[in-house]
Antibody, heavy 120, light 107 residues
Framework: EVQLVESGGGLVKPGGSLRLSCAAS????????MNWVRQAPGKGLEWVSS????????YYADSVKGRFTISRDNAKNSLYLQMNSLRAEDTAVYYC?????????????WGRGTLVTVSS | EIVMTQSPATLSVSPGERATLSCRAS??????LAWYQQKPGQAPRLLIY???TRATGIPARFSGSGSGTEFTLTISSLQSEDFAVYYC?????????FGQGTRLEIK
């Protein structure tokens, strides 16, 4: 089955760190760029970061630049998001998402998401 | 950053009727525009890409149109399962940006 499964979310204090993972299966992970998208409670979708298939190209939203790091391990079919210096406004469901083709293309496969709560 | 503005914020329509949702970009995104449907507690689902191409498995009652800065998603005859939140997304420029969403509710 073609799927993405996120993990690693939880409750963390402001200023803390968390590492999210996304396990891919059912498709050739190494052929696709990958993305993280988040959704604050009751709010809309916000693209967070993108990484190309070979990790050559990486992009971040301004809101997370310098604090979050995206990475991948193609041998393990896994995508990661290292989140440091977390703020209350980072509280959200974090989805990993696969684009249909090149890096800048729509997302046709999404995970179920993992909830990150930043609170003291 | 390209700002995507959706209207209306909430749309009330009766089952069987047509719904028309709008999305405007702050600058041209060519046809690099997608629409997503999201139901409570679920991940978004891709409906339309390239402004007018239906994604795999999407019913023909969903159609998209437009180019440049003005786009429309039309649902020709609303079914009960279509009541959800709809987002537009531009992928023409980095950063990728989404509209704030239109909630489609039962009238």
């Amino acid at each position: 089955e073609v799927q993405l499964v996120e993990s690693g979310g939880g409750l963390v204090k402001p200023g803390g760190s968390l590492r999210l993972s996304c396990a891919a299966s059912g498709f050739t992970f190494s052929s696709y760029s990958m993305n993280w998208v988040r959704q604050a409670p009751g709010k809309g979708l916000e693209w967070v970061s993108s990484i190309s298939s070979s990790s050559s190209y990486i992009y971040y939203a301004d809101s997370v630049k310098g604090r979050f790091t995206i990475s991948r391990d193609n041998a393990k079919n896994s995508l990661y998001l290292q989140m440091n210096s977390l703020r209350a406004e980072d509280t959200a469901v974090y989805y990993c998402a696969r684009p249909t083709g090149k890096a800048s293309s729509p997302f046709d496969l999404w995970g179920r998401g993992t909830l990150v709560t930043v609170s003291s | 950053e390209i700002v995507m503005t959706q209207s209306p914020a909430t749309l009330s329509v009766s089952p069987g009727e047509r719904a028309t949702l709008s999305c405007r970009a702050s600058q041209s995104v060519s046809s690099n525009l997608a629409w997503y449907q999201q139901k409570p507690g679920q991940a978004p689902r891709l409906l339309i890409y390239g402004a007018s191409t239906r994604a795999t498995g999407i019913p023909a009652r969903f159609s998209g149109s437009g180019s440049g800065t003005e786009f429309t998603l039309t649902i020709s005859s609303l079914q009960s399962e279509d009541f959800a939140v709809y987002y537009c997304q531009q992928y023409n420029n980095w950063p990728i940006t989404f509209g704030q969403g239109t909630r489609l509710e039962i009238k």
